[in-house]
């Protein structure tokens, strides 16, 4: 973070020269009247986080501090700015102030720079005059944390989801498919739910979709109803291009729980016990901004199933920083736009808050950005005409300020922001231009020998490292294929004894025919309870679709 930004303008739009003020000996009774006023509406009587110190009129002013009360973090909350602004080292000051108040965190790592929130930060030059220039007593500090990866793809416990569990909008959207592509993969989950055929990974997804356009499964796709073989097609290739651009890791088990977000590794610790913060690495996987986009999602929705309403807490259950929103929505179906809304509109009630960060608001769909109480807004550019129509709804989105927030946007510099909350009452604040306060773990990388030590040695990792390949669906059709085969052959021989002159019967010790052998198996007695079990009773799905996990 610079402490020789440009600053914003002043309410009158004049310009301020480029060196900030800082004078740690005004009071909040000294303060101008303006800033007075917006300082009088971060003073909260509960616990809160600082965010840092009120800029006005060219000087940052450590006596007004600009915090968010902590019961107001489950309301929700959008980090944007442009990039270079400083929006990671927000979510890491959020982070580790969250933590510090017990309250477990999850963050996507996505460019490899977010580890360093494990441990504590250098005292530099710049670090030490941020926290002079806001009044912050500054000390190094560290998070415990815990790293996944997706699918074991890098450095990281593997996270890894059920076909079942990921539900068809989510899938439809990782596939790429259209809105009447996505409709009957729904009703293929349908048929796979109805018929007991669990769906743990893709090899299982395609084998129902390739029963259902053989022969066979036509008529059995016709029963489901307003699903063409032309269709399942579709599904069926994207399913194999998919798999072939070596996707199939993401899915599978054993299955990330996703209540470890809550703390399971510092579990028992006590209650004045710092929250846990889980980060997601996801610098193998950045290629891939539909996938892990979707997989954040889902992380969430999962989240939304498992836990019990406990409406208003003190503090949040979780904070979840949904990073690079923008991947999110873009080119999402209307079925997923909808459930996206009402998943964040819900799960606060769940305790939950959840943080969307990208470069604009306009990047969030209208109904989502509604529920996002507190707001972050680092710089944005203005160089084209796109950039200019991006500012001015963005501004349009704040409320009435004594700022010229189009110039503030454009001026103010790195690790600082125009900032909005809701106070202890759930009114917004008064908008404040805001200088940040620093970080106090490391702010960047840990080593990748401590990276890797840390993983390993998690309680976690003997837990889901290894990927399983148990009895589903993908081998309960081919049980199915190899009794029907040994039917065909049985009735062959049934049909050449009856040409030939009958021959004395069987022993009941000679075994019987094939049809019993096959019946008498291991494998036909699995499938036999496997189906009798799920058969008739439907898994059970909302919102995306996703099915709640076997506990």
């Known amino acids: 973070m610079s402490d020789s930004q440009p600053m914003p303008s002043t309410p009158d739009g004049g310009n301020r020269p480029n060196e900030s003020v800082s004078d740690a000996s005004v009071t909040p009774s000294e303060l101008p009247p303006e800033a007075a006023g917006i300082a009088a509406g971060y003073a909260f009587e509960g616990p809160a986080l600082d965010l840092g110190a009120l800029l006005w009129d060219g000087q940052c002013l450590p006596g007004a501090q600009v915090r968010v009360p902590l019961p107001m973090l489950n309301r929700h909350g959008l980090v944007a700015g442009a990039t270079g602004t400083g929006k990671t080292k927000t979510l890491q000051l959020i982070a580790e102030q969250l933590s510090a108040q017990g309250v477990p965190v999850f963050l996507a790592d996505i460019k490899g720079d977010v580890s360093g929130i494990s441990a504590p930060g250098e005292a530099d030059e710049r670090v030490t005059g941020r926290a002079r220039d806001v009044g912050q007593e500054w000390a190094a500090r560290g998070c415990p944390s815990q790293f996944y990866a997706l699918g074991g793809i890098g450095t990281g416990i593997p996270v890894r989801a059920t076909i079942t569990s990921f539900g068809p909008v989510l899938l439809s959207k990782v596939l790429q498919l259209n809105q009447t592509q996505e409709q009957s993969l729904g009703l293929i989950f349908h048929y796979a739910d109805q018929k007991g055929l669990e769906l743990v990974d893709l090899k299982d997804l395609r084998a129902v979709v390739t029963f259902l356009t053989s022969d066979e499964g036509k008529p059995e796709l016709k029963a489901v109803g307003g699903l063409s073989t032309a269709t399942a097609g579709v599904i069926l290739r994207a399913l194999t291009a998919f798999e072939a651009q070596g996707m199939g890791d993401f899915f599978g088990e054993p299955e990330f729980d996703t209540r470890e977000l809550l703390g399971g590794a510092t579990a028992g610790a006590g209650a004045d016990a710092p929250g846990l913060v889980s980060v997601l690495e996801l610098p193998s996987v950045q290629d891939k901004p539909a996938l892990f986009s979707t997989f954040l999602m889902w992380l969430l929705a999962d989240l939304y199933h498992d836990l019990p309403e406990v409406g208003d807490v003190d503090k949040p259950k979780l904070v979840f920083f949904f990073d690079e929103a923008h991947l999110l929505f873009s080119g999402a179906s209307k079925a997923f736009l909808e459930s996206v809304t009402q998943t964040v509109r819900l799960i606060r009630s769940k305790g939950v808050g959840v943080f969307f960060v990208t470069q604009t608001p306009?990047?969030?769909?209208?109904?989502?950005?509604?529920?996002?109480?507190?707001?972050?807004?680092?710089?944005?550019?203005?160089?084209?005409?796109?950039?200019?129509?991006?500012?001015?709804?963005?501004?349009?989105?704040?409320?009435?300020?004594?700022?010229?927030?189009?110039?503030?946007?454009?001026?103010?510099?790195?690790?600082?922001?125009?900032?909005?909350?809701?106070?202890?009452?759930?009114?917004?604040?008064?908008?404040?231009?805001?200088?940040?306060?620093?970080?106090?773990?490391?702010?960047?990388?840990?080593?990748?020998?401590?990276?890797?030590?840390?993983?390993?040695?998690?309680?976690?990792?003997?837990?889901?490292?290894?990927?399983?390949?148990?009895?589903?669906?993908?081998?309960?059709?081919?049980?199915?294929?190899?009794?029907?085969?040994?039917?065909?052959?049985?009735?062959?021989?049934?049909?050449?004894?009856?040409?030939?002159?009958?021959?004395?019967?069987?022993?009941?010790?000679?075994?019987?025919?094939?049809?019993?052998?096959?019946?008498?198996?291991?494998?036909?007695?699995?499938?036999?309870?496997s189906m009798g079990t799920q058969i008739g009773r439907e898994i059970s799905r909302s919102v995306f679709g996703t099915a709640k996990r076997r506990r």
């Open 362 to 529: 306009k990047d969030v769909p209208a109904d989502v950005l509604a529920q996002l109480g507190n707001r972050v807004q680092h710089a944005l550019r203005a160089f084209t005409p796109e950039d200019e129509k991006a500012l001015k709804a963005t501004v349009r989105t704040f409320p009435k300020s004594a700022y010229d927030l189009e110039e503030t946007l454009t001026g103010i510099g790195t690790g600082e922001a125009v900032v909005t909350v809701l106070s202890e009452k759930g009114a917004p604040t008064p908008v404040a231009v805001t200088r940040l306060r620093a970080p106090q773990s490391l702010m960047g990388p840990i080593p990748a020998a401590d990276l890797e030590r840390a993983v390993r040695e998690s309680p976690l990792y003997g837990r889901y490292a290894e990927a399983v390949d148990r009895e589903s669906a993908y081998e309960r059709l081919s049980a199915r294929e190899a009794e029907r085969a040994a039917a065909s052959a049985s009735a062959s021989q049934e049909a050449s004894r009856a040409a030939e002159p009958k021959a004395k019967p069987a022993s009941k010790e000679g075994g019987g025919g094939v049809v019993e052998q096959v019946m008498g198996s291991g494998m036909f007695k699995s499938l036999l309870r």
